[in-house]
């Protein structure tokens, strides 16, 4: 399990950080001992996480729809709307419908989880993410025995994103997860980092953090989530499928066709740091390799 810090954050707080970062020392130091016993395994390798600045985090980014350069989105993405929000879930499941973002979060035990970011372009980050395991919103809208997938697609706005007017993917940008993965106590909705709401280019208002994963897997600005009994529509991997397969898992032993995915750049390292070696899983081995068990990873990439 992941390192937990449960607090009163919600998505649309607005927590000066300082007061924040001087919270969460709090609840790091009472903690610590509590939960050493308690949670285990990678408890000790969270811990030694240093996340990235809050600039770093959010000046590099992958949101295609406001365009293809790492810092296109820190430039263009003020121009989305996130309020009013809502999500579409639908599909095999017990009440489907429309969900506002408030309908969404009541309830929700608004978490910081510390996790590892791991790019398919071998860079990589810490960040810290607040929200959601993704399980309890499946759980509260009843999935159906018939499920074994879930869809989610991202808004597709070509008055509010220059990148969508170029046929650059297949937009709306899609994504899905097999059930199991999808219900992993480590598979988070996202609603912000640092404790602030989620920047727009960081994926505003809710986006998916799947950590063992490559970062393509993680949608962002969700408004659609579908429970399906077939493989999902995934953008990159109906681009290039020779190139980035469903599953996606971080795995240092098989390459992309074009480059090595053993070592990882660690943004805001500089650029004369030495490489990083890629964990399997992208370092939860130990939480996600059973989901695995009796798969062959170089064919199901
Ligand atoms: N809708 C949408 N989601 C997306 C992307 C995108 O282009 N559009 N890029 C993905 C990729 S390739 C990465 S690495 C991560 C980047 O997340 P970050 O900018 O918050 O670090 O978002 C993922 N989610
Ligand atoms: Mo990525």
New binding site residues.
């Given amino acids: 399990m992941a390192r937990r810090y449960i607090s009163d954050l919600n998505w649309n707080d607005v927590t000066p950080r300082a007061l924040y970062l001087n919270r969460r020392q709090l609840i790091g130091a009472g903690g610590a001992a509590l939960g050493a016993g308690l949670i285990g395994g990678a408890t000790a390798a969270q811990g030694e996480l240093t996340p990235n600045s809050w600039d770093e985090?959010?000046s590099?980014?992958?949101?295609?729809?406001?365009g293809?350069r790492k810092e296109d989105?820190a430039r263009n993405a003020h121009t989305l709307t996130t309020q009013p929000w809502s999500i579409v879930i639908d599909g095999l499941v017990d009440n489907p419908g429309t969900y506002s973002m408030e309908q969404i979060v009541e309830g929700m035990t608004i978490e910081e989880r510390i996790y590892r970011?791991?790019?398919?372009?071998a860079?990589s980050?810490v960040?810290p993410w607040n929200g959601f395991e993704l399980a309890d919103l499946l759980t509260r809208v009843g999935v159906q025995s018939g499920a074994r997938y879930v869809a989610f697609e991202?808004?597709l706005r070509p008055d509010e994103m220059p990148?969508v007017r170029l046929p650059v993917?297949d937009w709306?940008?899609r994504?899905g997860l097999r059930l199991d993965e999808a219900m992993h106590p480590l598979t988070l909705m996202a609603t912000g980092?640092y404790g602030e709401p989620m920047?727009n280019?960081?994926?505003a208002p809710i986006?998916?953090v799947v950590p063992w994963k490559?970062?393509?897997?993680?949608?962002?600005?969700?408004v659609r989530i579908t429970l399906t009994d077939t493989e999902p529509h995934a953008?990159?991997n109906a681009t290039q499928p020779q190139e980035y397969g469903f599953y996606s898992n971080v795995n240092p032993t098989v390459d992309h066709p074009r480059w090595s995915q053993a070592t990882e750049r660690r943004i805001g390292d500089g650029l004369f740091a030495s490489r990083i070696p890629t964990l399997m899983f992208n370092g939860y081995e130990a939480e996600v390799a059973s989901l695995y068990e009796g798969m062959d990873l170089t064919a199901q990439f």
Avoid: D, H
């Avoid at 590099?60 to 406001?66: D, I, M, R, W």
């Avoid at 970011?117 to 372009?121: A, G, K």
């Avoid at 490559?214 to 969700?222: A, D, E, H, T």
């Fill in positions: 985090i959010t590099y980014n992958n949101f295609y729809e406001f293809t989105p970011f791991r790019c398919v372009e860079w980050m960040i991202t808004a990148g993917l709306p940008y994504e980092l920047p280019q960081n994926g986006r998916l490559y970062g393509f897997k993680s949608i962002k600005s969700i953008t990159w």
